[in-house]
């Protein structure tokens, strides 16, 4: 038997893992008991090659065209669902009205959106002291009356409705004519108008609602052109013995640009009686441009509410006394008038 070689530990290099016994690489080194300092093994371990880590692939962001579909499909469907949803309740019978006929869903849903035009683009309605109707709790508003018809309590409708932070809504005191004309009639009681009389005022407030009123009644809505802006008599005061016996606050309100939707020159009187009207205007284009005649004219709008004048601290009896009427009338009548004399001077133009 040949005699074996001996070799010197770590002379020659040690098969690596998993490899043939010359496969390896040979490893050199002066120190260390296996011929390398640790430093030396350090290195040459982070020498080896490593597998590449895959990189997680980047989340696109959201998009319109990507993000996840809301519940509910699309913003037409929902307002195709809801509009299907909405005629379901009014074939059916399933939706709710007041005492008064008021009826907010479809006043909400419907009427609103058929005034916010005239509202937001042809007249362009400017609203300032929006703040001065309560939060909570009853109210009266009391503002000027003009225009020929009777738009302006529309729009001041439309103005609390719309931009009142707690989302009130205006319930109007109108003329017993009105719930005398046909389709008029239907229509005011869906919008939450009510007969202006102080039994009916006096439970709305009562209620808690806002309700609005307009004291010049057909001597405002039908003053000649020449008068415009010049508020006409307040009547006995009514609305004031009404916010004394609810204990709600007077909050008064000046309407500009109404005057000039139709400029009335004349007023055929004769023809007013035999129509059982109370006035039958004659403007630059009514009626001799026929139904033309009828479309107002641009104006640009401001409505201002003042300062609410408080009358919760008056005894029950304050109700019956005429004087205190007087004074409170006047008080509030003379808010209106200045207060349309400074957006008067204000205004640059009837139309801009």
Not at 36 to 53: C, E, F, I
Not at 89 to 114: A, C, H, N, W
Not at 260 to 278: F, K, Q, S
């Amino acid at each position: 038997m040949a005699d074996a070689k001996v070799l010197p530990f770590g002379d020659e290099p040690r098969p690596r893992r998993g490899g043939s016994g010359g496969g390896g690489r040979r490893q050199s080194g002066p120190s260390g008991p296996q011929g390398q300092s640790g430093q030396q093994a350090k290195d040459a371990a982070g020498k080896r090659p490593l597998a590449p880590v895959p990189e997680p692939e980047p989340v696109p962001e959201a998009t319109e065209a990507t993000a996840a579909p809301e519940p509910g499909g699309s913003g037409w469907e929902r307002r195709i669902a809801g509009g299907l949803a909405f005629l379901r309740r009014r074939v059916t019978g399933d939706y709710q009205v007041d005492e008064f006929g008021y009826d907010e869903e479809l006043t909400d849903q419907v009427l609103m959106s058929l005034i916010r035009p005239l509202y937001e683009n042809y007249f362009r309605v400017e609203v300032k002291g929006i703040e001065n109707i309560p939060s909570d709790g009853g109210a009266l508003v009391v503002a000027n009356h003009s225009g020929t018809l009777p738009l302006d309590g529309l729009m001041m409708q439309v103005a609390v409705h719309d931009h009142h932070p707690a989302d009130r809504h205006l319930r109007l005191l109108a003329a017993d004519l009105v719930f005398m004309l046909p389709v008029v009639n239907e229509l005011a009681r869906k919008a939450g108008h009510t007969l202006a009389c102080a039994e009916d005022a006096e439970r709305l407030l009562m209620r808690g609602e806002v309700v609005g009123v307009m004291p010049e009644g057909f001597k405002g809505l039908g003053k000649p052109f020449g008068e415009r802006y010049k508020l006409q008599r307040f009547g006995r005061g009514g609305f004031v013995s009404t916010a004394l016996r609810a204990g709600v606050p007077i909050v008064p309100c000046s309407i500009v640009g109404a005057e000039e939707i139709y400029p009335m020159v004349g007023n055929a009187r004769t023809l007013a009686r035999l129509l059982g009207v109370p006035y039958f205007p004659l403007t630059p284009t009514f009626p001799w441009l026929g139904p033309l005649g009828a479309l107002p004219l641009p104006t640009k709008w401001t409505i201002e509410f003042g300062a609410p004048i408080p009358t919760d601290g008056y005894p029950p009896e304050a109700a019956e006394d005429p004087m205190l009427m007087f004074n409170l009338t006047d008080q509030v009548r003379e808010q209106i008038q200045h207060t349309l004399y400074k957006l008067l001077v204000q205004r640059r133009s009837v139309f801009f």
